[in-house]
């Protein structure tokens, strides 16, 4: 093993460089610009003594293996959009691109080779190579005791992997850049990992209201009646999503209108505008062969084909072009609103096989393995620029992903469906640079249904996928009164969401956070100790570094920007426990106080989501309306502070729909609530008089121990 010499790249990130790296990376292809004046601001973070210990080998098989140490306690986070768990210390993680992630192998939608230690650094390996992350998974002889190694039949505390104090990361290449992460939070860390790669995604604001997938066969009259029911119902709606029958041909598609059931896009997509509505396109990679695109880009493509159709070669800037071209005079120029990039992933299922082999040629010289591993990547960039071209913000769902994404407009989505997996997905994508939506798309029962869309509407993007099933939000009527609750308090709450994402753009902390994100493991600790939870045994520590059951992982509850902690249930479920960081909290809608640095047990009814708001928080907020107002037309905004103690927060506002915020035609207002001698409150707005872009003027709610209904 040779150390590794470091050199600082950014302020708290250091760069090194592994034999020859030849391939195109994810950093490289994503062109990531790192956000110095802001990663200048953080506090100050140094990781010498780690430095001097990672070391690299190059292995006589080919490829480099990359070798860093472990502390008894240290957990490890990240590794992109993980379903089964939280902390991967001790896991194997093999990190390719695939649809089909059910083991817990590592494989996923988005694999990123990114870690993150509770020690306070985080590691990426930029490559777009499967590397293989041994995360404590691995033991050599020479480090073997004999005292560890267990009978099986006799001994309760036989385990499969031996604690180890080493990770191995295989990467099997010539070489590639590393980057190292400095903390001293785990959060910094995040925080850094995402500067460097561009800072956050700042959706527009009408990505942030409710969406909706009709089913795939509907003709434009179908949508807009269904669009319409949702106003009738007072259901607030802000995007309609087609699915692949807006396509002449779809699997593989031509990215065409279908003549018949949508014979006027544009008008349609006008009328849908003039309701309140925005129109999202489904597509996937491979093109048919009687599309428009097929000429042009078959020299363009690999050497085999999926479902029939070509799979391009977007590291091809000409491929990128006639892609861009052809979307944008079909679609953006019509008024679409962004897509969704579905099956940039693959499968090897037994029953379901698709995906161009490893082995594929690309005319870039890339194979299959690496563009399969940067597929997801090349979308979420045309779609990105598509858009910018027409200083016009998109949102979108993509399948897939892998490093350098946090500045992407896109949030990922699966076929799968477990309710719990999908909590903790959203927990986990908060360590990688990732959205994730846990769609609804069909329930077992009421129960269910309303479980399952309470979590979405707290999340990055709330939406119904009822491609498939044709479900609607009001399918269970014993539900309708539940659901519209819930989404119309995600429109109540935009003005704090929005600001919540204006901050990860900023500062590169993800406006959905997992709880070691927002606690430390002393205080996490002290938390279940206070708590008279004594099946939560003392824990042994290797055990706790292993996430092994015994232990409450908090993968099932979450913060919504700073001041907001979302603890859903699921169906079966009637309590649960809840993790409270330290202060004072209030749950949102019954008024309940608890308080912090605590474990508590509630019983929340089926119709009600347990939410704590922080006391003292400030919360900006707005009416339910049917949809997000476009660019300027102008709501109330609400200030609404809770509880008996001073507070303050930031409100972001800027036009919500172009790129005009990034040469500074945006705003960013403290909003201070103090504490009169009488012990009445008073809130100050900072340039109290210069009037918003986006509301017309400011009430405040002042000492609130519950939220008022709208
Ligand atoms: C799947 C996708 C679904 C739906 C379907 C349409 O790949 O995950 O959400 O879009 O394709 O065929």
Redesign the pocket.
């Known amino acids: 093993m040779t150390t590794i010499q470091w050199e600082e790249a950014a302020p708290g990130v250091w760069r090194s460089t592994i034999g020859h790296p030849q391939t195109l990376s994810p950093l490289a292809f994503m062109g990531a610009e790192p956000r110095r004046e802001q990663l200048r601001t953080m506090p100050h973070s140094e990781v010498p003594g780690l430095m001097d210990n990672i070391g690299a080998e190059r292995l006589p098989c080919g490829g480099y293996m990359l070798e860093l140490p472990l502390e008894e306690q240290e957990k490890l986070y990240g590794t992109g959009l993980q379903f089964m768990r939280m902390n991967q210390r001790g896991k194997t993680r093999y990190m390719r691109v695939n649809s089909d992630p059910k083991q817990d192998t590592g494989e996923t939608h988005a694999p990123v080779p990114f870690y993150a230690s509770d020690k306070g650094y985080g590691l990426l390996v930029d490559t777009s190579h499967i590397v293989t992350m041994f995360l404590g998974s691995t033991m050599k002889q020479e480090h073997t005791r004999t005292e560890d190694v267990r009978d099986r039949n006799r001994d309760k505390g036989w385990r499969a992997t031996l604690p180890s104090s080493r990770i191995e990361i295989k990467l099997p290449a010539e070489g590639a850049h590393l980057y190292l992460f400095g903390g001293p939070a785990l959060a910094d860390v995040i925080c850094r990992y995402n500067l460097y790669c561009g800072g956050g995604a700042l959706p527009p604001r009408w990505g942030l209201g409710f969406w909706h997938?009709v089913p795939?066969l509907y003709r434009d009259e179908e949508v807009m009646e269904e669009a319409l029911e949702f106003r009738r119902r007072e259901f607030p709606c802000d995007v309609i999503g087609l699915?692949?029958g807006w396509h002449s041909r779809s699997y593989p598609v031509t990215y065409e209108w279908d003549g018949e059931r949508f014979p006027q896009p544009e008008a349609f997509i006008r009328e849908m505008k003039e309701n309140g509505f925005r129109i999202n396109l489904?597509e996937h990679p491979y093109v048919a062969p009687e599309g428009e695109l097929y000429e042009k880009l078959s020299s363009l493509s690999g050497n085999y084909s999926v479902w029939g159709g070509l799979a391009p070669d977007y590291v091809m800037p000409e491929a990128r072009t006639h892609y861009m071209k052809q979307h944008e005079k079909r679609h953006v120029a019509l008024g679409v609103s962004g897509y969704?990039h579905?099956?940039c992933d693959g499968s090897e299922l037994t029953n379901n096989s698709w995906m161009f082999p490893a082995h594929a040629r690309f005319p870039s010289g890339l194979n299959g393995e690496t563009v399969r591993q940067l597929y997801g990547l090349m979308f979420q960039k045309m779609g990105d620029e598509l858009f910018r071209k027409a200083n016009r913000r998109t949102y979108g769902l993509v399948?897939a992903s892998n490093a350098a994404a946090s500045p992407m407009p896109y949030v990922l989505?699966?076929?799968l469906y477990d309710h719990k997996q999908f909590i903790r997905a959203l927990c986990n994508a908060s360590f990688s640079g990732l959205l994730w939506t846990p769609e609804v798309r069909r329930a077992q029962n009421a129960e269910d249904w309303i479980r399952r869309m309470q979590t979405v509407c707290f999340s990055p993007l709330a939406m119904l996928?009822a491609?498939?099933d044709g479900t609607k939000p009001w399918s269970f009527p014993e539900a309708e009164p539940v659901i519209r609750h819930y989404i119309q308090l995600r429109m109540r709450l935009l003005p704090y969401l929005y600001t919540a994402f204006a901050q990860y753009r900023e500062t590169g902390l993800p406006p959905f956070r997992a709880m070691p994100l927002v606690m430390s493991e002393e205080e996490r600790a002290a938390a279940e100790k206070r708590h008279a939870m004594k099946e939560v045994s003392v824990l042994n520590t290797t055990d706790a570094a292993y996430g092994r059951s015994a232990v409450n992982a908090w993968d099932d509850q979450y913060m919504v920007g700073d001041d907001l902690l979302i603890a859903p249930l699921v169906a079966g479920e009637s309590e649960r426990k809840v993790l409270l960081p330290s202060g004072s909290w209030l749950e949102l809608e019954t008024g309940e106080r608890h308080e912090g640095r605590a474990v508590v047990q509630v019983r929340p009814g089926l119709e009600r989501l347990p939410i704590y708001v922080r006391e003292g928080a400030v919360i900006p907020m707005m009416p339910a309306l049917s949809h997000v107002p476009a660019s300027g037309e102008k709501v109330p905004l609400t200030f609404v502070h809770f509880g008996s103690k001073p507070g303050q927060c930031l409100i972001y506002d800027d036009d919500g729909e172009s790129f005009d915020y990034e040469s500074g035609n945006c705003k960013w207002r403290k909003v201070v609530v103090e504490m009169r001698e009488d012990g009445s409150f008073q809130g100050e707005l900072e340039d109290g008089n210069t009037p918003f872009h986006s509301y017309s003027g400011v009430q405040w709610q002042l000492g609130q121990t519950v939220l008022a209904k709208d």
Do not use: C, L, Q
């Open positions: 997938r795939t699915e692949p489904w969704k579905d099956e399948r989505y699966s076929d996928n491609w498939g």
